[in-house]
């Protein structure tokens, strides 16, 4: 806490003593924390860590989600699912600058990406939901989003012989509310993009990225990118004031989509202040920022480097950086996540190696 107080301050020392910490000394505790045992010898000591699929998953259950999830009854007038603005088909997300929710009403914030989310520290991006459960029952019951209630949902899928067997399978309880999170939430702790480029050269494939990847990866580093966006999910396991080193919003900087966490804690130290986001697939998932305003990843990069780090990035500097970051989206089903589709797992790097 004492270090955030420094960083949102702007003190420069802060910002230093945070980069060693996640440059020189976490990794060595990251590396403990989640290696898996069986590659762990070759893990290469970096903030940032790669993606394992999670073990103990219920085959069943996750069959059980994805139905769910993508089952549109789920919402008050059965025109909206999970699917609506986590579209698995486009890399998690909905691409719109503002989600429209249902009836088409205008959204406040951006749909972050469903890939990965189960590794962040809290979900949304003012962090009010602690556990994706809590998170389900934010949807169910938000008014711009399904607008509705558990005994009604729940009445929708008991009409439905396919649920009520498959419940009964699973659950001894049959079809509640805890259960119908359960098998959302287990679902979406699926979603994990395993075997990247850059986590197959994090396990020691020397080939797995290119001579600019890795100077992309450097800068990335040597900018102090990595104080914030590190660990597994690059990202997501921290909460950043937005306008560190200058003042970010401008003459509607008390919009209620502006106030970040404060609209949770109301703690006057909380204004403008977000969940940090993943950079897991930032490549394919745009437009960028809370409120969308960042419409290309150059644009963000930029905006990140004047407001968070107080410094300026040549462009050569930038497109080195956006190298690195396309070396971070990894595979769902056996398919390479891309724009807007999937493509072979495949990849030959020309350089030599290390």
Same mark, same amino acid.
């Given at each position: 806490m004492l270090l955030y107080w420094y960083l949102a301050k702007g003190s420069f020392w802060a910002v230093k003593l945070l980069l060693f910490f996640f440059v020189v000394a976490a990794p060595g505790l990251l590396n403990g924390a989640i290696a898996d045992p069986s590659t762990s010898l070759s893990l290469r000591h970096e903030p940032v860590q790669p993606l394992f699929y999670p073990s103990g998953l219920n085959p069943e259950k996750i069959t059980l989600g994805e139905r769910l999830f993508h089952d =549109?009854?789920?919402?008050?007038?059965? /025109?909206?699912?999970?699917?609506?603005?986590?579209?698995?088909?486009?890399?998690? !997300?909905?691409?719109?600058t503002r989600s429209m929710g249902r009836d088409k009403q205008g959204m406040l914030l951006n749909t972050p990406t469903v890939f990965n989310s189960s590794l962040n520290h809290r979900?949304?991006?003012?962090?009010?939901?602690?556990?994706?459960? &809590? =998170? $389900?029952?934010? @949807? @169910?019951?938000? !008014? =711009?989003?399904?607008?509705?209630?558990? *005994? @009604?949902?729940?009445?929708?899928?008991?009409?439905?012989?396919?649920?009520?067997?498959?419940?009964?399978? !699973?659950?001894?309880?049959? !079809?509640? &509310? &805890?259960? #119908?999170?359960?098998? $959302?939430?287990?679902? #979406? /702790?699926s979603l994990i993009t395993i075997n990247s480029r850059f986590d197959r050269w994090l396990l020691g494939d020397v080939n797995a990225i290119n001579s600019e990847e890795k100077a992309g990866y450097h800068l990335f580093k040597k900018y102090g990118c990595i104080a914030c966006h590190q660990g597994r999910n690059v990202g997501g396991n921290m909460f950043q004031k937005l306008g560190v080193f200058k003042a970010f919003f401008g003459h509607d900087k008390h919009a209620r989509s502006h106030l970040g966490r404060y609209n949770v804690t109301g703690k006057e130290q909380d204004k403008h202040v977000f969940r940090v986001p993943s950079l897991r697939l930032v490549v394919l998932t745009p437009p960028y920022f809370h409120d969308g305003s960042a419409k290309t990843l150059k644009d963000a990069i930029k905006v990140m480097a004047e407001y968070q780090l107080g410094r300026n990035i040549s462009e050569q500097d930038i497109e080195s950086i956006i190298a690195f970051?396309?070396?971070?989206?990894?595979?769902?089903?056996?398919? @390479?996540?891309?724009?807007?589709?999937?493509q072979d797992a495949s990849y030959k790097n020309t350089?030599? *190696?290390?």
């Open positions: =549109q009854r789920l919402g008050r007038e059965s /025109r909206m699912s999970c699917a609506t603005c986590h579209s698995l088909e486009n890399n998690g !997300i909905d691409g719109l979900l949304f991006w003012d962090g009010r939901a602690h556990t994706l459960e &809590a =998170q $389900i029952n934010f @949807v @169910v019951e938000g !008014i =711009q989003e399904f607008a509705t209630q558990w *005994p @009604v949902l729940l009445n929708k899928l008991k009409q439905d012989a396919q649920y009520r067997r498959s419940f009964s399978h !699973i659950y001894s309880e049959g !079809i509640t &509310a &805890a259960n #119908v999170r359960n098998a $959302i939430s287990t679902f #979406v /702790r970051l396309k070396t971070l989206p990894g595979e769902y089903k056996g398919r @390479v996540l891309s724009d807007g589709a999937t350089d030599d *190696p290390e």
